[in-house]
């Protein structure tokens, strides 16, 4: 066993919050599509609707990205987030999980955590998630609603932060329990 934990989920689900817990709680490497997304954006100067529509003319971005991810998932001992996690991980990845949450919970978060009106993070969210699924299907030909990737499918939207972490780790210790007998 690789040790390798995907979390997958649209944005605002509690992805990176998760993945923190879960990497935190088994000494695991993190790694985060989001992250290097956002940081990327913020280099050049840009916001992320607007490096989202750079990012559409050039698939050379999200080809860095997705590369990094399963290149890390080829080393194991990793807690890897983001929309592709799970199939970039492949065969490397030991559990995959999903994490969603109803639109206006999830953008709530999302103006919350980026310090923005709902209106404007709605507006980028929206526009972001529907170039992503063209840009995936296309250079992939991964569905991202086709959920039969996943191993483990949490509704966010259900329970307090600290609960999903909770039942995420309950669902990672019993898998990694098992897969030791």
């Keep these: 066993m690789k040790r390798v934990i995907t979390i997958g989920g649209l944005h605002g689900t509690g992805k990176s919050s998760v993945a923190d ?32 529509r750079v990012a559409e003319g050039d698939g050379e971005i999200d080809k860095l990205i997705d590369g990094a991810q399963r290149r890390e998932a080829e080393n194991g001992n990793a807690v890897i987030d983001g929309q592709l996690a799970a199939w970039m991980a492949g065969e490397h990845a ?4 999903l994490l969603t949450a109803p639109l206006e919970v999830r953008i709530k978060r999302i103006a919350a955590r980026d310090g923005t009106d ?8 929206i526009h972001r998630e529907g170039s ?7 250079y992939y030909k991964v569905d991202v609603t086709d959920l039969s990737v996943y191993d483990l499918i949490l509704n966010t939207g259900k329970y307090p932060l600290d609960g999903v972490s909770k039942i995420v780790i309950a ?11």
């Design 132 to 138: 992503e699924k063209a840009r995936y299907l296309e």
């Design 21 to 52: 817990a879960v990497a935190k709680r088994f000494k695991l490497r993190r790694i985060s599509a989001g992250a290097t997304f956002r940081q990327l954006a913020k280099e050049r100067g840009l916001t992320l609707e607007e490096f989202c």
């Design 171 to 181: 669902a990672v210790e019993t898998y990694f329990r098992l897969a030791a007998q």
């Design 118 to 125: 709902f209106e404007f993070a709605r507006r980028e969210t």
């Design 94 to 97: 030991d559990l995959k999980i």
